[in-house]
């Protein structure tokens, strides 16, 4: 226990380099640490895939935001409570025990398809069991079937055995729909230890590809012990259409600080956020370091504050502008208007490392009401 305890803070420490090095998604860096080391047991679960791409911008954003939905916005439930609705007769489906809004409308609504793809080596199979693509993530629900002898000795979880992951579109590479950076996909918890999800984005808002309406992704990967690698290849097609696509260009300024909305994608799995950050007099590493670090909460128009999800963003090194996707969870209904509050965090007193943490155990929040907006949704989608 004591060498996996030093692992993980080494493991640590090089994640926390990186991402202080790269301006890509300072504004979390410095929360997504202190809450890593309130929540060891939940994040133990996330293993972010390919550690090897977090050299580019995006993905170091990407594991930021990731790494944070772990902790702050996915709603995990405890093990006991997913075995208890695994035996509800559809509850056991890996979109349903995610913890994922989205996912669960996914699923309810038929939103997803069964690829039906498998791969069985040394008596264990794995396999894909749900796909769904709405245009602003793909996300994919794989897990161990059967009860085999491979299986019955495992004693790690299907996201702790996962290595060597790589995913090719159409037979080509995922990052060839990445500008400079890279797509960086992630695997999410699961409280079912047989099961995760895996999702990555397109950067199509940042200067890359947008994804195929319809591709064939091959996944390969490696399970710990088993030397022949595993191969599932997995349809995926657009599953939901017209979804509300919003560009307001709306912006605000407050002293050195302008903020643009660029675009807002209301589907039913996603609200995906697309923002432009600029400086002036400043790069996005100095605004990190100064304690000024920007994040936004999203509200729809009766004041109902959504879940973060996932994100992913892209700066210069040194460069003043961060350009960032994030997406949160679904509104219920459409609403009449979305307001973007962004915030300071609250440090603790005579620090530059620490936030304060409330009541409900997430970081406080000073917003900013000079660069709060407001986008019509009617209005601008019609």
Do not use: C
């Not at 991402?19 to 504004?27: F, H, L, S």
């Not at 509850?91 to 669960?104: H, P, S, T, Y």
């Not at 459409?334 to 509050?341: A, G, H, L, N």
């Amino acid at each position: 226990m004591e060498n996996r305890a030093a692992i993980e803070d080494n493991d640590l420490g090089r994640i926390e380099k990186m991402i202080r090095d790269t301006p890509a998604e300072v504004n979390l860096t410095r929360r997504i640490m202190e809450r890593y080391e309130q929540n060891k047991p939940a994040l133990d679960r996330v293993v972010p895939l390919r550690r090897e791409v977090w050299r580019k911008a995006a993905a170091v954003a990407a594991a930021a935001i990731l790494v944070l939905s772990a902790i702050t916005g996915t709603g995990l439930i405890s093990p006991a409570a997913a075995e208890t609705l695994k035996q509800i007769p559809g509850m056991g489906r890996v979109f349903q025990l995610a913890g994922d809004l989205g996912l669960r409308v996914a699923d309810e609504r038929g939103l997803y398809s069964d690829p039906e793809a498998r791969d069985t080596h040394d008596g264990m199979t794995v396999a894909a069991t749900a796909v769904t693509f709405d245009g602003t993530r793909v996300s994919i629900g794989i897990e161990l079937e059967g009860q085999d002898a491979g299986m019955s000795k495992r004693t790690e979880s299907l996201q702790e055995g996962m290595t060597d992951v790589e995913l090719t579109i159409n037979g080509q590479p995922l990052n060839t729909y990445a500008p400079e950076s890279s797509i960086g996909p992630f695997m999410f918890p699961i409280p079912d230890s047989d099961k995760l999800v895996l999702e990555f984005s397109d950067l199509r808002n940042q200067g890359g590809q947008a994804l195929p309406e319809q591709f064939e992704l091959a996944l390969s990967f490696k399970i710990t012990g088993i030397a022949e690698p595993f191969l599932l290849n997995i349809p995926v097609k657009l599953n939901i259409r017209d979804n509300v696509v919003l560009t307001p260009s709306t912006s605000r300024t407050y002293r050195n600080v302008s903020l643009q909305v660029n675009k807002i994608e209301l589907t039913p799995v996603t609200t995906n956020i697309t923002t432009r950050l600029e400086l002036e007099g400043m790069t996005i590493s100095e605004l990190s370091s100064s304690r000024n670090d920007i994040g936004y909460d999203l509200f729809d128009d009766r004041g109902n504050k959504l879940q973060l999800l996932s994100g992913n963003g892209s700066s210069a090194t040194d460069g003043s502008i961060l350009i960032m996707d994030t997406r949160f969870e679904p509104f219920a209904a459409r609403p009449e208007s979305v307001t973007i509050k962004p915030y300071h965090y609250v440090y603790k007193e005579n620090s530059t490392t620490e936030f304060q943490l409330g009541e409900d155990g997430h970081v406080k929040v000073q917003y900013i009401p000079e660069l709060e907006m407001t986008v019509p949704v009617k209005t601008v989608a019609e």
